[in-house]
């Protein structure tokens, strides 16, 4: 469930290496950029040789002296990183002629990208999650005149089935059984529960799909089955929400999730403290954090809300 807080204070063999590398180490870690389909935008025409358009430069510019204007204003150094790859990527596909798609991205840094992206004149590129409002997305990156001839998804769908009407699975569970087959967390993307404990289903770069379904087959203690299903098929339940107020004296996190999940401050305490508890996405440690207008904090298995500071 989404909340909305408002209160008064305040991203075979070699190819196989490639797309799973088996986990060493946790990636660092849309906005309403992501959908299911194509967010396209235009290309921006270049201009003479001889003519200079403000804010506007082709990818072999951005990558040798336009990296640092394009990513003013963005704080999160792991995004800033994240989104210096997909320029990288950029340049790449715009010198062969390629269409090249990212891994799955955290919502931030797909806004950052698109953003940037958005600055090129040679350079379209297409946001890709499965579903309407997905949260992780890929983002494909092409020249114009290459990726009008892309119709290839980048996405595929995975359903886990099995018997759980005796055993209640997570979403942590479902995670923690994907990640255990040895992929990495950018390779796949939202996992959705089904209703009733009838399984869940999961996006994942399509270069996996033969590995997942054949290397999936336990979630806990239930035996499963990990089958492509088209994107059409996903149950996807726009997510509920409701608004309500508080009056707390801080923006500290831990008051104000506590408010908002209505659990007590104690519990929330241990919730961070279990890596439990993550703000705009990045997973933090630190009851005391400072929030701000428009951070959305997650409690795993209580939902997510989203802060909307009213000063009086």
Same mark, same amino acid.
């Given at each position: 469930?989404?909340?909305?807080?408002?209160?008064?204070?305040?991203?075979?063999?070699?190819?196989?290496?490639?797309?799973?590398?088996?986990?060493?180490?946790?990636?660092?870690?849309?906005?309403?950029?992501?959908?299911?389909?194509?967010?396209?935008?235009?290309?921006?025409?270049?201009?003479?040789?001889?003519?200079?358009?403000?804010?506007?430069?082709?990818?072999?510019?951005?990558?040798?002296?336009?990296? *640092?204007? =394009?990513?003013?204003?963005?704080?999160?150094?792991? #995004?800033? @990183?994240?989104?210096?790859? /997909? %320029?990288?990527?950029?340049?790449?596909?715009?010198?062969?002629?390629?269409?090249?798609?990212?891994?799955?991205?955290?919502?931030?840094?797909?806004?950052?990208?698109?953003?940037?992206?958005?600055?090129?004149?040679?350079?379209?590129?297409?946001?890709?999650?499965?579903?309407?409002?997905?949260?992780?997305?890929?983002?494909?990156?092409?020249?114009?005149?290459?990726?009008?001839?892309?119709?290839?998804?980048?996405?595929?769908?995975?359903?886990?089935?099995?018997?759980?009407?005796?055993?209640?699975?997570?979403?942590? *569970?479902? =995670?923690?059984?994907?990640?255990?087959?040895?992929? #990495?967390? @950018?390779?796949?993307?939202? /996992? %959705?529960?089904?209703?009733?404990?009838?399984?869940?289903?999961?996006?994942?770069?399509?270069?996996?799909?033969?590995?997942?379904?054949?290397?999936?087959?336990?979630?806990?203690?239930?035996?499963?089955?990990?089958?492509?299903?088209?994107?059409?098929?996903?149950?996807?339940?726009?997510?509920?929400?409701?608004?309500?107020?508080?009056?707390?004296?801080?923006?500290?996190?831990?008051?104000?999730?506590?408010?908002?999940?209505?659990?007590?401050?104690?519990?929330?305490?241990?919730?961070?403290?279990?890596?439990?508890?993550?703000?705009?996405?990045?997973?933090?440690?630190?009851?005391?954090?400072?929030?701000?207008?428009?951070?959305?904090?997650?409690?795993?298995?209580?939902?997510?809300?989203?802060?909307?500071?009213?000063?009086?």
């Amino acid at each position: 469930m989404v909340f909305t807080l408002s209160t008064a204070a305040p991203w075979l063999l070699r190819k196989a290496f490639q797309h799973f590398a088996f986990v060493s180490q946790p990636f660092p870690k849309s906005s309403n950029l992501s959908f299911h389909g194509t967010l396209r935008l235009p290309p921006v025409a270049s201009p003479p040789p001889s003519r200079q358009v403000s804010g506007i430069c082709s990818s072999a510019q951005a990558m040798k002296s336009q990296v *640092d204007g =394009l990513l003013n204003g963005v704080a999160d150094k792991a #995004v800033i @990183e994240e989104v210096k790859h /997909v %320029l990288e990527m950029a340049t790449r596909a715009t010198r062969d002629r390629q269409v090249l798609h990212t891994d799955f991205l955290t919502p931030p840094t797909v806004r950052e990208s698109m953003l940037a992206l958005e600055k090129l004149a040679d350079i379209t590129a297409v946001v890709q999650g499965g579903y309407p409002q997905a949260e992780r997305c890929r983002i494909s990156i092409g020249h114009p005149e290459v990726i009008a001839d892309e119709d290839a998804d980048a996405v595929a769908a995975l359903s886990i089935t099995g018997n759980f009407g005796f055993v209640s699975c997570t979403h942590g *569970d479902f =995670l923690g059984s994907i990640l255990g087959t040895g992929i #990495v967390r @950018e390779k796949f993307g939202d /996992v %959705l529960l089904l209703e009733g404990g009838k399984g869940a289903q999961f996006l994942v770069v399509p270069e996996l799909v033969d590995f997942m379904t054949s290397s999936l087959n336990k979630v806990g203690s239930v035996s499963v089955s990990c089958t492509r299903i088209p994107l059409h098929d996903l149950d996807y339940q726009p997510p509920q929400t409701k608004t309500f107020r508080t009056v707390e004296a801080s923006l500290r996190l831990d008051a104000l999730a506590s408010a908002g999940f209505k659990i007590s401050r104690s519990k929330l305490v241990d919730l961070i403290s279990n890596r439990d508890v993550r703000v705009n996405w990045s997973t933090v440690t630190k009851n005391n954090t400072n929030l701000k207008s428009g951070d959305i904090i997650s409690v795993s298995g209580k939902g997510r809300m989203k802060l909307l500071v009213k000063l009086r």
